[in-house]
């Protein structure tokens, strides 16, 4: 079974422990459980694919520590500022063209990055330690419902996940509102979730598709 850590003062260094050797982690976000592995860890990255079930052609959302850290991935345009000015961190993930130079078996060969900044500390002082991004999938097999527990966590995944840390129940329990803003077609939702469109639009000034 995996080890279970209270989401203490300890956490976040332990949690970049078991990354930095490519181990998996879970753990708390405002949203759901997340599943974590070092975005640049390919052998990591395969594992989380794994033990979702999921297929290596659908892409994995990256979790980073603030606005800034998605310059280092992402073009971000006019659109995606005013978004992550009005709604990071939070439960908003959107989607940017990535910059050539940043690969990541995350992506799924694609030419965008889904990234959301989560408004919980512990996530982002795990991204800080480690200096990149962080998967940031719910902590479930695909298709399932996400886990807002450690103890759901731990049932679902066994020994598949190397530490979960234990944040008590999330307080979102809905995944996170997902945003396209990389075509020249203008801003898509992609997945209804806690940021409604009548709050993008009103940020935007603009209506979404």
Known sequence: MADIIPADARAADIAVQFLQAGELVAFPTDTVY??????????????????????LSKPLPLLIADAMMAEWVAEVTPVAHRLTSAFWPGALTIVMRRLPEFRSLALAKQETVALRVPAHDL????????????????ANRSGGRAPVSAQEVAFGMGEMVSLVIDGGHTSGGQESTVIDVSSEGGPRIVREGP???EQLE???GRSVA
Request: aromatic share 2%.
């Open 123 to 138: 996530v982002r002082n795990i991204v800080r330690g480690l200096g990149e991004p962080l998967t940031g999938t719910s």
């Open 202 to 204: 009103r940020a935007l």
């Open 195 to 197: 940021v409604q469109r």
């Open 34 to 55: 997340g599943l974590g592995a070092r975005c640049s860890d390919d052998n990591a990255v395969r594992k989380v694919y794994g033990v979702k079930g999921r297929p």
